[in-house]
């Protein structure tokens, strides 16, 4: 497929990614940097010092109104109902199957505030948008305005063991005090942010929320505070090799419309017992009949090719799945892997083979995640 | 960087430098900086024979696998083994440490029908864009 460029979104930082000499890319509609000085190099950063992401591309839902946590609880996953002003929780958007149409956060707004915003991914906003107007209209009785405000906002990343320290140098609002999974409101270089401890990398840091026309302000400081401490921007290449080692999901990958979260590995997500919610007599039925399938990480045994999505997956000859995600290492320096395959064929140190250009791989399935940072 | 005057180069951008009817082969600048980081390559056996147009090794970014493809029909005199097992020389010297395989050629006119490193210039700057 090739993608006029005249018809791709920008975020507000692209000159700023073009300046910085970045690969521009197409990517789910939108032109976005997929690497700077290398994959390899930022992955580095990100792990020993502290890498910054320009996420304009993905989407922000605001729900309001005096049903918004009944609507939440009908349309996600997750049980929100726990949620403290500031606090958000992982969760899915799910179909009627019980499979799932986009993974998001769900957050509380900060004291003061009313209502939630949840993050989307950028290729699923409108069809999430869509999807919550639609179950709007299946449910009446519920008071609620759902609204995309993705136009409005930009979005920024910092991760890294140097995250909180560079962050400091740019905010009087006292950081350290934001749990993991929370957010506060406060100035950052100057401008009104909302800043979450959350992220996508397996590693600590911080995700703000500005509006389009002032993240850019934020960027250039941080990008100032943080070079000291080897502070890098951050491509999506880097972006994805470093979520997978955190084994964390990528929407199209190793979830869809017709992966259950339990096949996913995703079953923490789901709370079966907080009231009925869209999905869930299907995701009960799985989790009760157990899932046919399950995602397992493996890696390959010594140098070989490197597994990639949809590769297929077999043992003793017989294909038992495919491949979801693969990609080389950069911090085990070697090949690693997700796979959804048949459950009987499921567990850690056992073989499996993916098949790469026609030729079978040796690989082991191992626990994952792949990488966890220490504490 | 320009690439070197004393090598040849096909349209998938492999080069090519010609020793009597012996050439070796290797990937140029241009497709190195394209492909990234590279963590992977396989290569074909000594003795093996090749085609031009034809696939006869593969290399591995961390994004994505790509086929080298045989500017000449030949058989494989040598492989370097070195870059197998350290393929990110691939990046550092694509143009001397890293070449690829040294290869008999069958049919030495077809030589004539490679780029020069003048036409290849142009060529990879029109597929920059």
């Given at each position: ?6 018809s ?8 700023r990614?073009k300046?910085?000499?970045?690969r521009?890319v197409?990517?789910?509609g939108?032109e976005?940097p997929?690497?700077?000085e290398?994959?390899l190099?930022e992955?580095r950063?990100?792990r020993?010092?502290?890498g ?8 922000q839902?605001e729900?309001t109104?005096?049903?918004?946590l009944?609507?939440?609880q ?10 403290e ?7 899915l958007l799910?179909?009627d199957?019980?499979?799932?149409v ?6 509380r707004a900060?004291?003061g505030?009313?209502g939630?915003?949840v ?6 906003t409108?069809?999430d948008?869509?999807w919550?107007q639609e179950l709007?209209g299946?449910?009446?009785d519920l008071d609620?305005?759902?609204r995309?405000?993705s136009p ?5 990343a ?5 995250a ?15 749990d993991d999974?929370?957010?506060?409101a406060g100035k950052?270089?100057?401008v009104e942010?909302?800043i979450a401890r959350?992220?996508?990398t397996?590693e ?10 002032q993240v850019g302000?934020?960027?250039?400081a941080?990008?100032d ?7 890098a921007p951050i491509?999506?290449?880097a972006?994805?090799t470093?979520r997978?080692?955190?084994r964390m ?6 979830l869809?419309d017709d992966?259950?979260p339990?096949e996913?590995g995703?079953?923490?997500a ?6 009925d919610f869209v999905?869930?007599?299907?995701m009960?039925?799985?989790?009760q ?11 390959t045994v010594?140098?070989t090719?490197?597994p990639?999505?949809h590769?297929p997956?077999a043992v003793?000859g ?6 979801t ?5 950069p911090t085990?320096?070697?090949?690693i892997?997700?796979a959804?395959i048949?459950r009987?064929f499921?567990?850690?140190d056992?073989p499996?083979?993916?098949i ?6 040796e690989a082991?399935q ?7 940072r220490?504490? | 960087?320009?690439?070197?005057e004393?090598?040849k180069f096909?349209?998938?951008?492999e080069?090519?430098r010609v020793e009597d009817d012996v050439?070796t082969?290797?990937?140029?600048d241009?497709a190195q ?8 390559l396989e290569l074909?056996?000594?003795?093996s024979s ?8 593969v290399v591995e970014?961390?994004?994505a696998?790509s086929?080298i493809y ?5 058989e494989v005199l ?5 870059v ?11 143009y001397?440490?890293a070449w690829l395989?040294?290869?008999?050629v069958t049919d030495?006119?077809q030589i004539?029908?490679?780029?020069d ?9 029109s597929a920059a864009h």
């Amino acid at each position: 497929m090739t993608v006029s460029v005249d018809s791709l979104k920008q975020t507000a930082l692209l000159d700023r990614h073009k300046a910085l000499g970045a690969r521009i890319v197409p990517f789910a509609g939108w032109e976005m940097p997929v690497q700077y000085e290398g994959i390899l190099a930022e992955h580095r950063a990100v792990r020993t010092a502290a890498g910054l992401f320009d996420l304009g591309h993905m989407g922000q839902v605001e729900i309001t109104g005096p049903d918004a946590l009944p609507f939440l609880q009908y349309t996600t996953t997750n049980d929100v109902a726990s949620l403290e002003p500031g606090e958000a929780k992982y969760g899915l958007l799910p179909n009627d199957a019980g499979g799932v149409v986009d993974d998001i956060i769900v957050y509380r707004a900060p004291a003061g505030n009313d209502g939630y915003m949840v993050c989307v991914n950028a290729s699923n906003t409108d069809k999430d948008v869509a999807w919550w107007q639609e179950l709007r209209g299946r449910r009446p009785d519920l008071d609620v305005a759902v609204r995309d405000v993705s136009p409005e906002l930009g979005m920024i990343a910092i991760q890294g063991p140097r995250a909180e320290a560079i962050v400091k140098r740019v905010t009087d609002v006292p950081v350290e005090e934001i749990d993991d999974f929370s957010w506060r409101a406060g100035k950052v270089a100057g401008v009104e942010a909302r800043i979450a401890r959350t992220g996508y990398t397996g590693e600590d840091g911080f995700e703000f929320y500005a509006p389009n026309d002032q993240v850019g302000l934020i960027w250039d400081a941080l990008m100032d505070a943080g070079q000291p401490d080897g502070l890098a921007p951050i491509g999506l290449g880097a972006r994805d090799t470093l979520r997978l080692e955190a084994r964390m999901p990528l929407y199209g990958q190793e979830l869809g419309d017709d992966i259950s979260p339990y096949e996913a590995g995703l079953g923490w997500a789901v709370s079966l017992t907080k009231g009925d919610f869209v999905g869930r007599e299907a995701m009960a039925k799985v989790k009760q009949d157990k899932p046919k399938r399950r995602t397992v990480g493996f890696t390959t045994v010594g140098r070989t090719a490197a597994p990639r999505t949809h590769y297929p997956v077999a043992v003793g000859g017989v294909e038992v799945g495919e491949v979801t995600s693969g990609a080389f290492s950069p911090t085990l320096q070697q090949n690693i892997g997700l796979a959804l395959i048949d459950r009987e064929f499921a567990g850690v140190d056992k073989p499996l083979q993916v098949i790469v250009r026609g030729k079978p791989v040796e690989a082991v399935q191992v626990k994952t995640p792949f990488y966890k940072r220490e504490r | 960087m320009s690439a070197p005057e004393n090598l040849k180069f096909t349209k998938t951008h492999e080069w090519v430098r010609v020793e009597d009817d012996v050439v070796t082969v290797g990937i140029a600048d241009f497709a190195q900086q394209e492909l990234g980081d590279i963590t992977y390559l396989e290569l074909p056996d000594v003795g093996s024979s090749i085609s031009a147009g034809e696939p006869f090794g593969v290399v591995e970014s961390v994004k994505a696998a790509s086929d080298i493809y045989s500017p000449l029909d030949g058989e494989v005199l040598e492989r370097n083994d070195g870059v197998v097992d350290a393929p990110e020389a691939i990046n550092a010297s694509p143009y001397d440490d890293a070449w690829l395989i040294k290869v008999r050629v069958t049919d030495p006119a077809q030589i004539e029908s490679l780029m020069d490193s003048g036409e290849y210039d142009t060529f990879a700057a029109s597929a920059a864009h």
